[in-house]
């Protein structure tokens, strides 16, 4: 099933991956430590008692039925929910140590640090080029734009495909290369974290593979953070996985953290009786 | 095909009747407007005509009109004209694209929801709806500008609008006559009270159809934006202006087109004075005012002259529209699968 380059390049970056974390057991290899205690838009509470801890040079995956809250805890990590009004939050999540939702800290400051890549593609109505150098221009990067955006369109295996016309729009690509054209934007300014919202749900599976290789390849540099409904996909991919449900106990539709844990215990040896019936698609 | 599915049918001969009768209606009506278009041209240019050999090219180019030796020429009225719809056009872009902005991109919401909020009825089941109405309620009000009547805005200019600048003006021409702007005084209907007044007329049409290219920007670009850490006017000046320019630039070509034909207040405001001068205070003149302050007394013969400029104002306007929409294309083609 799996192709040989993909597991060569699994085993390798596991076996990468091991040799860092063992150097950063101090702080545990958290980088974002996210702990959810109620989560509110307006008044429907929409996520409660979820705390996910990231960690460093992995891939944290979110699993769980449409609507339990996978995106809303992610879009938490970087703040995008702040642009939802009447978006309220107690808890608090810590990005290298320090609380992200501290009255201190500027909302699009962490954004410059923690990347997003959305589930749609968005490239925006400009150049190529113009669209990786934009995070760049950005930040007001005063190094050599041209290189970074090769760099940066290479480490998203989009380079072959458009380095001869980098001056056409953006939106002239395809699906797939537009979902990459993001993948590079983001990575352009290289964050600490890449948070991708069901990168690969508008792609076809050699697309799709291409995208699961490239987070593979760049979480020795980045750590990612993915929600996915592909269960096969969180399995290839992911070094951890926290599924999520909804409690409709109370009258509401309460998004909650059943189990997070290690991929491979999560699928093989599910603690939870939730996750058992997920993962064999016994839900009704 | 009735007997395999009970509820899926073809249309009936009726329906596909009512189809073609309604195709041919729209048809219809499309082209009578095109052709009431054409009519008056033809009308206008056909009583031209006279003029148009009598005169000629020079007519362009004279400086005077004066009915009494049979002089005329609208050099001073196609100044006039283009000064003052090119002002206009700037100060009511300005206001009218910085409004749609305010109005598009949840400053107002948000402000609204932050008062709701200090009083702590921001869920509150009907002022809660307030910040998403708030921008519609302000947009319509905006757009009743349209809805008053010229001569009201005429008015307005002469008691209000004059008064209120005169000070302002001499003062300017006081300190800096040398500026050829400010090279005159303002002595009552100049150039610069028919701008602002005409600014204001122009600037529902702008705010309108900017806020409509504004709202219409996909969310997801603003998200890809905020996504990247850019700040709210990173985001609007990077990538939501230039996602809306082409609707923009259609506001300001369509406000531009009405500036030109504008006839009533200006006929008031701008003066009426045959002169060529780029000084704000000066009096000067406009085509459509020209037109509306000659037909009445025109005599038979001077009819003719008047209908040679009314085809230069529309050739004028025609000609604005066709460089507007080239200059659209050029500035679109980067932006190719945009749509
Ligand atoms: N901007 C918003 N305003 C109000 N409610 C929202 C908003 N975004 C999400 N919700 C609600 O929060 C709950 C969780 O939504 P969320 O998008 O996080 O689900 P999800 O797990 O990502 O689902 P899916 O897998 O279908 O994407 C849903 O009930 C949804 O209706
Ligand atoms: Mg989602």
Redesign the pocket.
Known sequence: MRNTTNAEKLSKARIDTAQRSAKETASNGVVIDCNIDELY?ST?K?VRDTSIPVKKNRITAFI?P???????VLRCLNRMNDL?RGFRFKGHVHFRGKDIYHPSVDATAVRRFIGMVFQQPNPFAMSIYNNVAFGLRLNSYKGPVAEKVEDALKRSALWDEVKDKLQKSGLSLSGGQQQRLCIARAIATEPEVLLMD?PCSALDPIATRRIEELMVELKTRYTIAI?T?NLQQAQRVADNTGFLYVDTSDGG?C?YLVEFGESGQIFNDPREQYTKDYIRGEFS | MSDINQISRPPTHSQQVVDTAFRWLCCGFACLSVLMVALIMLEIAKDAVPAIRQYGPGFLAGTTWDPNTGQFGILPEIWGTLYTSFLALLIGTSFGVAAAIFLSEGFLAQAVFQILKAFGLQFHPVLGKLPDRAEVLLKNLIELLAAIPSVVYGLWGLFVIIPLIRPACNWLNLKLGWIPLFGTTLTGPGVLPAVIVLAIMILPTITAISRNALVSVPPKLRMAAYGMGATRWETILAVILPTAARGIAGAVILAFGRALGETMALAMLVGNANRISVSLFSPANTLAALLANNFPEAAKKDVGVLMYAALVLLAITLFVNIIGSIILQKASAGQEGGK
């Not at chain 1, 449409?66 to 809303?72: A, D, L, M, R």
């Open positions: 838009y429907f929409a769980g449409s609507g339990c809250g996978k995106s809303t939802v069901e929600v409904h539709r998004g």
